[in-house]
């Protein structure tokens, strides 16, 4: 004698077989469409492919983070020549260094402390747009004594400890000159990608300490 | 015991006392938030998490391989093929994950090419363990795989649980693989990052602890397996219905395109369905059997496990899946709040609930009694609401005012890191950190201890 709430809670009372296909047929469908959306995605996600990411030669030119009324977000927007460390980068250039500015970011575990589009540790701050950030001009290059921000970047790096400026410190990571020009390079490159507007606002807002 | 089931309880001993690692060493990354320039330049933040991170993805997989060595005779009524092999890959395992946090600990850092890769730090978030550990992985991956299908291939029965079990391991090894090249262009490199961590915690591992939930549903309750068997495939269909496409609330913000946004925003915000079901489930049958059983530790663990991944991983989960609100949530102490909730939820509830079972079983004890059970599961479960709850208000107050009002600039992120409702929240984490720790070393002596103390004398056992 089945009461109602048997009927509710036990579904399909019958064959297990029944909902064996229905998750088959479910999953099968599902993956299909994440596999046309993946072929979609990498090609948006390909440097230099035209879709949000740009090449790496970007790092030649002057970067900037403004607001787009028309899709009402945050966007990267490319300007004009800007070199860093004076240099004019070849394709094969550009790519070496960011392959090697990678490395550098994975060997020193940078996301166990800060992260990239949001996705690491919470400890310092995301780096995403860090090349952007109005602290270089305004507090870096003063202590470093650099003339261009990307200089103040290399000297912060090499050397954090000697600049103690926050509530939290960053540790020494014993980065050579090379090393801490290509995170550099790797920093303006990245802050060239498009993220549908993540972080909202950013350089436009400021808030007391 | 047979051959599998030993090993089952070596597995899950290993589990529980890698729990310990994962504890301490987040207590000691929560110090890092109090005290200016804690340990600076000796063990640095990143080394301390990185160890806390990796030791929970080893505990969690130690839990799920102990629990399938151990039922695994149980359900296919014959010694696990290929045993030998699983129990010498055991002490290979171990002795492996040892030098690795030792080589985390002391070396720290590797140079800035392929080789530092290989013998020292990978540097992405979970899978930092160097390469060569990553392919002794996969060779452990594979050999329980192996034997999984080599002894249902031997004992001529799929039963549905065995089913969705083997095909787990399919995804289990492929995103993990996927993974792993790691190209320069970080956006890339995420995409498929993000295939391998919420695949496995959202999609594989949800599955295979359902499927060992299964079977100890219905050992210890008795169960019927049609009906275990019915839900499982309900849950199958909705844990992947949603959460494959449910991806998509990591792609928002990574460089991907913006029908993300939608996609991500809609499927994840059906993900909690399926725990819902669960805890449906385990209400409905603790119902029905009148919560009769010989193992109360164990059953209050699986009803803790049921509700933990509904409100861990579905509730914590859905607050800042949609778009709108994860621009602002998205990378803060909010995330790490739903992070601690459902890993601890979904997972590390089963395993206890599985070692509780095992441990019975193993020492041959007909009922499980005792209080330090109840001290140890008091403690967890009230220290872990109140970190997380700590969490969620420093991560709400860092999206306001590092996020919301300061832009995400380095000054914004320093202007929240020093308001007072953040630093409140870190310092409430540290302290109900001490009350997990201490309730911790309750569990764990009451799992060693079990059936060894005076209470083996009782006379519910005296008969037996
Ligand atoms: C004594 C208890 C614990 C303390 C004090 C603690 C502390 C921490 C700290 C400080 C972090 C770094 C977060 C950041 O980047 O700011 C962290 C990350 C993490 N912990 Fe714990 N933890 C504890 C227990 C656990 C447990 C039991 C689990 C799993 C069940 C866990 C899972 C994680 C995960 C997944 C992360 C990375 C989260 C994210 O970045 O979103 N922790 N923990
Ligand atoms: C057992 C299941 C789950 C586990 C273990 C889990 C764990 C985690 C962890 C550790 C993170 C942080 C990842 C990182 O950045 O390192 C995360 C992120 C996230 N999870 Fe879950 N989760 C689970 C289920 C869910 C569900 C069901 C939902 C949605 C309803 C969800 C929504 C999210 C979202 C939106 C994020 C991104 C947070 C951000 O933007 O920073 N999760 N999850
Ligand atoms: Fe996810």
Known sequence: MPESTAVVFEPGAGDPRFWRDGAIATTAFMLLVLLLLTVDSLRVLTEGGGGNVPAYTVINQKITYEFDAASNMDKPVIGGEELLFGHRYSEAEAKAIMDKGKLVIQSRSCINCHAFFGNGAYYAPDLTKAWLDPTWEKMWMPMTQAKTREDAMVQFLMHPDRYPTWARQMPNLNLSEEEARAVTAYLKWISSVQTNGFPAGFGRREVAR | MNQSKKLGVQYLTASIVMMGALLLFGLLASIFYLKYGFLLGKLDFNIVKQVHINALIIACLWGFMGAIYWFLPDELGIETVGIGLARLLFWVFVAAVAVVVVVFIFVQYGSSDESGMWLVNQGRKYVEAPRWAAVGIVAVFLTLAYNIFASVAKARKVTGIMGVLMTTMIPLIAVYLIAFPAPT?????????????????????????????????????????????????????????????????????????????????????????????????????????????????????????????????????????????????????????????????AYITGIIAVAYMVAQESRGIREVQGNAWKWAFAGLNIGMVGMVGALLVSGMSEAFIGRALGGSTLDGFMASQSNSWFMQGMIARTGFGVIIVASYFILAWDLLTLGRRSEKLSPALATT
């Open chain 2, 185 to 345: 262009n970080m956006s890339v490199d995420l995409y498929w990052w993000w295939w391998l961590v919420h695949m496995w915690v959202e999609a594989t591992w949800e599955l295979m602890i359902g499927c060992i939930l299964a079977l100890a549903l219905m050992k210890l309750l008795g169960t019927s397996r049609k009906v275990v068997e019915i839900w499982l495939y309900l849950e199958v269909a909705l844990v992947l219905g949603t959460g494959i496409l449910g991806l998509g609330h990591h792609y928002f913000w990574i460089g991907t395109p913006q029908y993300w946004l939608s996609i991500g925003g809609i499927f994840s915000a059906l993900e909690p369905l399926p725990l819902l079901g669960m805890v449906v489930h385990a209400i409905y049958d603790a119902g029905k059997h009148q919560m009769k059983t010989h193992n109360k530790p164990a059953f209050l663990w699986l009803i803790a496990e049921a509700f933990g991944n509904f409100i861990g991983a579905g509730i914590w989960g859905f607050m800042m899946t949609l778009p709108q609100i994860n621009l602002y949530s998205h990378g803060t102490q909010w995330t790490v709040s739903h992070g601690h909730f459902a890993f601890y939820g």
